[in-house]
C-alpha cells in the first residue's frame, strides 16, 4: 500500500505545473485589438445552420448585440480566420458594423485553427431551463417562456418544489407540461390534488 501511495504521489506531482509546462502556455499569449470586419475570415469548415440567418437563435444573437453590444470578442488566428465567434462575425456583418475587437491567437494558431475552434466550442454550456429556474430563485431575470412554466409550478408547490426541481436537474418547463396533462386527463384542477401529483413526480424520479 505505500509504494501504490508514493507512485500515486509522483504521478500527481508530475502532472502539476512544470517550468516548461508555465512557458509553453506563456507562448500561447494573445493580443487585445480592433480589427475591421472585412479583415476578418470565416472558418471554411463551420457547420452552415451556426451562422444561418433565417435560424431563430441568430435572430436572438442579432437582437442581443444590437441591445447590449459586443459582450465577448471575436478569437481569431494569425491570418484573421475565426478560431471562436462565426455567429458574433455574421451578426455583425449585418448589423453593418465596420470593425470590432478581436483577441489574436499565438503566432501558429493559423496552422490549427479548426482544431482550437473544437476545442472552444466542445466545452460551451448554455443557461438551460433548470439553470434559469435557480436564477430566477436567486432573484434574477429569466426568458418568459421558462417564467411562464416556473410560475405554473410555483402556483401549486410553491417555491420549495421549484427548489426540489433544481437539486433534481430537471427542466421546470418538463414537470409544467406534466401538469398540465395531469388536469387534462383528471379534470382536477385542486392544489391539494396537484401537488400530490408533484410528489408523485419527484418519487418516481421524471416527469
Request: glycine share 6%; aromatic share 6%; net charge positive.
Amino acid at each position: 500500500m505505500k509504494k501504490t501511495t508514493k507512485k500515486v504521489t509522483k504521478k500527481v506531482i508530475k502532472q502539476d505545473t512544470t517550468p516548461e509546462e508555465v512557458s509553453k502556455f506563456k507562448t500561447a499569449a494573445m493580443t487585445f485589438k480592433t480589427m475591421l470586419l472585412s479583415k476578418i475570415s470565416f472558418n471554411p469548415k463551420n457547420p452552415v445552420i451556426r451562422t444561418d440567418e433565417t435560424h431563430m437563435g441568430f435572430k436572438s444573437l442579432v437582437t442581443n448585440i444590437r441591445k447590449n453590444g459586443l459582450l465577448a470578442p471575436i478569437i481569431v488566428a494569425t491570418n484573421g480566420t475565426v478560431i471562436d465567434g462565426n455567429r458574433r462575425l455574421t451578426a455583425l456583418r449585418h448589423l453593418g458594423v465596420k470593425e470590432a475587437p478581436v483577441v489574436m491567437h499565438n503566432s501558429t494558431s493559423n496552422k490549427v485553427f479548426d482544431e482550437l475552434f473544437v476545442a472552444c466550442n466542445e466545452d460551451t454550456m448554455s443557461i438551460n431551463a433548470c439553470q434559469e429556474l435557480e436564477r430566477y430563485l436567486n432573484g434574477a431575470k429569466v426568458k418568459l417562456s421558462t417564467y411562464g412554466a416556473i410560475k405554473k409550478i410555483e402556483e401549486v408547490g410553491g417555491r420549495k418544489t421549484l427548489r426540489q426541481i433544481v437539486n433534481l436537474n430537471k427542466s421546470p418547463i418538463t414537470f409544467a407540461i406534466a401538469l398540465a396533462q395531469v388536469r387534462t386527463h383528471t379534470g382536477r384542477t385542486d392544489k391539494v390534488f396537484l401537488r400530490k401529483a408533484l410528489k408523485w413526480m419527484f418519487t418516481v424520479g421524471s416527469a
